[in-house]
């Protein structure tokens, strides 16, 4: 499996994801008008503002995402053809990369979930130092996911050259 290849599933399994979400996202803001709430927020108008973009960006990238996969790819890992082909002969499951490549698909994926929902709860908890701390944990797990899908090969490189110099 090429990092391209990979990248442009992960796209479209982020969007399917996001798609998901949505009911969820919407349940949030039928509760924001259904439970009267308004003195126990610091500015309710921005909430409910928050509440109704909330749904609405996810819908607006998943469509992204699973409608322009290809292009995401190709912004990501280049235009390259034979991006990412080590051990061709092996099947997917017995390659270090692929693992590599899943488990950075995995960190991206939650990691960037977590952060949209965590930023649509931050105009509600008034900007404590312990929101921002749980913001930039969701980044750096998102630059992770990010290191291990496109720099797959060079990780790989040193993981093995480290085995096999034991």
Do not use: C
Request: charged fraction near 20%; glycine fraction near 6%; aromatic fraction near 16%.
């Amino acid at each position: 499996m090429t990092t391209k290849k990979a990248i442009e599933i992960a796209s479209r399994v982020y969007g399917l994801y996001l798609l998901i979400q949505i009911p969820f996202a919407l349940a949030g803001l039928i509760s924001v008008f259904a439970i009267k709430q308004d003195e126990f927020l610091k500015n309710p108008l921005l909430y409910k503002i928050w509440a109704f973009i909330h749904p609405v960006f996810y819908l607006i990238v998943a469509i992204l995402l699973i409608s322009k996969a290809e292009k995401i790819s190709n912004f990501i890992a280049g235009k390259s053809k034979e991006n990412s082909k080590a051990g061709e002969g092996l099947s997917n499951f017995s390659q270090l990369s692929f693992w590599l490549i899943l488990l950075g698909v995995y960190f991206f994926i939650t990691s960037t979930s977590s952060l949209i929902r965590d930023f649509f709860r931050f105009p509600i908890s008034s900007g404590d130092s312990f929101i921002w701390s749980i913001l930039l944990s969701h980044g750096f797990n998102i630059i992770v996911g990010i290191l291990l899908i496109t720099k797959t090969e060079w990780i790989e490189s040193k993981i093995n050259k480290d085995k096999f110099e034991r």
